[in-house]
C-alpha cells in the first residue's frame, strides 16, 4: 500500500491535472460560443440571412470538429499517445483560428475561420475524458466529468460577457482577436505542468483492469473495431439519442436566445451578454456540478437513477421555459429561464459517466468522441442551422417575432431527451453488469 504522503501527493497531482483541464475546457467554449453573441452585429455588417447565422454558428464548426473527432480520439487511446501534449497543440490552433476569425472580410473568409476553429477543438475533450477516467477511480468519475464540464457554463458566461462588452467597445473584429491570443500562450503552459499517467507509470490503478492486459494487437485495432463495443450497447445507443436531442436543443435555443434578447427586447450585444451570459452561466455552473454529484450519489444505491435527474429534469423544464420566452419583460424573461437551464445541465457528468462505463477500457476516448460527434455534429451543427432556417420560413408571418416562434417550438421537443434518457436509465445495470 502507498504510504499517506505519497497519496497525499498523487490526489494533489489528480486534483491539478483536473483543474488545468478545466482551464482548457473555458477557453474552448470561449472560442466556440463567443460567436454567438456577435452573430447580429456580423450578421449587420456582412449582411447576413438567419440561415447564414445559422450555418456560421454550427454547421461549419461541428462539421469538422465531429469528424476528426474520431481518429483524434484513437490516436488519444493508443498507450503510447502523449494526451497532455496532444491536447496543448489543439488548444495553440483553435485560439489561432478564433483570432483569425477577426480579420474575415465576408461570409466565405468567416465560414472557414470557424472550420479552423472547429479542426482544433476536435482534439481536446477525447483525450481530456480519457485521461480523466484514467486518474479517478470510477465511483467519482461523474463528478469528475462533471467538474471538467464546467468548461461549458463557465466559458459559455465569460465569451458572452467579454464577447458582448467588446463587442460595444471595440467591435465584433477587435473582440475575435482579444479573445484568441491568450490560448495560445495557454497551450505552452500546458505543455509544461501537464503529465501523461500512461507515459510516466502513475496509473497502475488503471492498468490493473482487466481490458488493459489485451495483446499489443488489440490496442492498435482499426476505429471499426473499437466502435464495435459502442454501438453493440443498446444503452450506448439511446444514450446518444438521448444527448445527441439534448444537445440540439441546447445549442440552438443557446444561440436564438441572445439574438431573441437583442431583437425582441432591444438589449445590446453587451447588455445581453452581461445579463443572459450571467443567468445561463450561473444556471448552468449549479446544474452540471448538482447533476454529476446526484449521480454518483443516486448511483450509488441503483446505477439506473444516475439519469433519472436529467430524464425528470427536462420534462420539467419545457414547460417553464415557455413562459419564459413568453414574458413581456426581459427581467422575468431571465427569471423565468433560470430554473430549467439549471435542469437541462443536469445530464452531462451522468451521460459521459455512464458512457465511460459502458465501454472497454481502451475505448473510452472513442466513447466520448462518438457521443461529441453525435452531440456536435446534431446538436451544434443543425441547431443553430435549422432554427435560422425556420425564422427565415416564417419571417413573411411572424416578422421579428419569428425567432421568439422558434423557440417555443424548441422548449415542447424538451420532453424527447427526457424520454430517452428514462429508457436507456431501464438498460444501464444490465449493461453495465456485462461491462464490467
Not at 483536473?18 to 454567438?36: A, E, P, S
Not at 482534439?123 to 477516467?133: E, R, V
Not at 489485451?214 to 471499426?224: D, E, F
Request: with cysteine.
Amino acid at each position: 500500500m502507498a504510504s499517506a504522503p505519497a497519496q497525499v501527493a498523487a490526489q494533489r497531482g489528480v486534483s491539478a491535472t483536473l483543474w488545468i483541464l478545466l482551464i482548457v475546457y473555458i477557453f474552448n467554449f470561449i472560442d466556440r460560443q463567443i460567436v454567438n453573441i456577435l452573430a447580429e452585429p456580423i450578421a449587420k455588417d456582412l449582411s447576413l440571412s438567419d440561415t447564414q447565422i445559422g450555418l456560421m454558428t454550427g454547421l461549419a464548426f461541428a462539421l469538422f470538429y465531429t469528424v476528426l473527432g474520431l481518429p483524434i480520439a484513437r490516436y488519444a487511446d493508443r498507450p503510447t499517445t502523449n494526451r497532455p501534449r496532444l491536447i496543448a497543440v489543439a488548444l495553440a490552433i483553435w485560439s489561432a483560428m478564433t483570432a483569425v476569425c477577426g480579420i474575415a472580410q465576408n461570409f466565405v473568409q468567416l465560414l472557414l475561420a470557424r472550420v479552423g476553429v472547429g479542426v482544433g477543438e476536435a482534439g481536446c475533450t477525447p483525450a481530456a475524458h480519457s485521461l480523466i477516467s484514467d486518474i479517478v477511480p470510477k465511483e467519482r468519475r461523474a463528478s469528475a466529468l462533471a467538474f471538467y464540464a464546467l468548461g461549458i457554463p463557465i466559458g459559455t458566461l465569460l465569451g458572452m460577457i467579454i464577447g458582448g462588452l467588446l463587442a460595444d467597445m471595440v467591435g465584433w473584429r477587435m473582440a475575435f482577436v482579444v479573445v484568441g491570443i491568450p490560448g495560445v500562450a495557454l497551450a505552452f503552459v500546458v505543455i509544461a505542468l501537464l503529465k501523461d499517467p500512461r507515459l510516466s507509470g502513475l496509473a497502475a490503478a488503471a492498468a490493473a483492469e482487466p481490458d488493459s492486459t489485451l495483446p499489443g494487437k488489440a490496442l492498435h485495432q482499426r476505429i471499426r473495431d473499437m466502435l464495435a463495443p459502442v454501438f453493440g450497447s443498446p444503452a450506448m445507443v439511446l444514450l446518444l439519442v438521448a444527448a445527441s436531442s439534448a444537445s440540439f436543443l441546447s445549442y440552438g435555443k443557446t444561440t436564438w436566445a441572445t439574438i431573441f434578447f437583442q431583437r425582441t427586447h432591444d438589449l445590446s450585444p453587451g447588455e445581453v451578454g452581461l445579463y443572459f451570459g450571467i443567468i445561463n452561466g450561473i444556471a448552468g455552473i449549479f446544474g452540471t456540478i448538482l447533476g454529476g454529484k446526484i449521480a454518483d450519489r443516486w448511483g450509488a444505491t441503483n446505477r439506473r437513477h444516475v439519469l433519472t435527474a436529467p430524464a425528470v429534469g427536462m420534462a420539467v423544464a419545457a414547460p417553464i421555459a415557455y413562459f419564459g420566452y413568453a414574458a413581456a419583460d426581459w427581467r422575468v424573461a431571465l427569471a423565468l429561464l433560470f430554473v430549467p437551464t439549471v435542469l437541462n445541465s443536469l445530464y452531462y457528468g451522468p451521460t459521459y459517466s455512464s458512457a465511460q462505463g459502458l465501454v472497454p477500457l481502451r475505448s473510452r476516448a472513442m466513447a466520448a468522441a462518438v457521443l461529441l460527434f453525435f452531440q456536435n455534429l446534431i446538436g451544434l451543427g443543425f441547431g443553430p442551422l435549422l432554427f435560422g432556417m425556420l425564422s427565415d420560413w416564417i419571417k413573411p408571418s411572424f416578422g421579428e417575432d419569428s425567432v421568439q416562434v422558434v423557440l417555443y417550438t424548441a422548449t415542447a421537443l424538451g420532453l424527447l431527451p427526457a424520454f430517452f434518457f428514462w429508457r436507456c436509465s431501464l438498460r444501464l445495470n444490465k449493461e453495465l453488469d456485462q461491462a464490467g
